[in-house]
């Protein structure tokens, strides 16, 4: 049984910085990927970054390329997402995906609860 558990969201002011990070469990097959989505009140769930199981592929959404730094996953299993210069347009519930696969593309089969991010003005 797969679990993620996300942690280190917060209030930060705008040009803070964070890093979330996303606990693994049951992760026993490869290969597979993980994830950061992101969803902020009133819009659609959104990709934000993705690494490959040996940490050698990742890929970034447009808009968070240079200043979110997606790492892991190790042998604790634990992936992290570094974010710098934080905007309020950041603000959102982030939350861990995982996928079995070779691409970084959805569906993403599991899910964690989600971390609160939120970046004041």
């Known amino acids: 049984q797969v679990q993620l558990v996300e942690s280190g969201g917060g209030l930060v002011q705008a040009g803070g910085s964070l890093r979330l990070s996303c606990a693994a469990s049951?992760?026993?097959?490869?290969?597979?990927?993980m994830g950061w989505f992101r969803q902020a009140p009133g819009k659609e769930r959104e990709f934000v970054a993705a690494i490959s199981w040996n940490g050698r592929t990742t890929v970034y959404a447009d808009s968070v390329k240079g200043l979110f730094t997606i790492t892991g996953v190790n042998a604790k299993n634990t992936m992290y997402l570094q974010m710098i210069s934080l905007k309020p347009e950041d603000t959102a519930v982030y939350y861990c995906?995982?996928?079995?696969?070779?691409?970084?593309?959805?569906?993403?089969?599991?899910w964690g609860q989600g971390t609160q991010v939120t970046v004041s003005s």
């Open positions: 049951g992760l026993t097959f490869s290969p597979y990927f």
């Open positions: 995906a995982a996928k079995s696969g070779v691409t970084t593309r959805p569906p993403y089969d599991y």
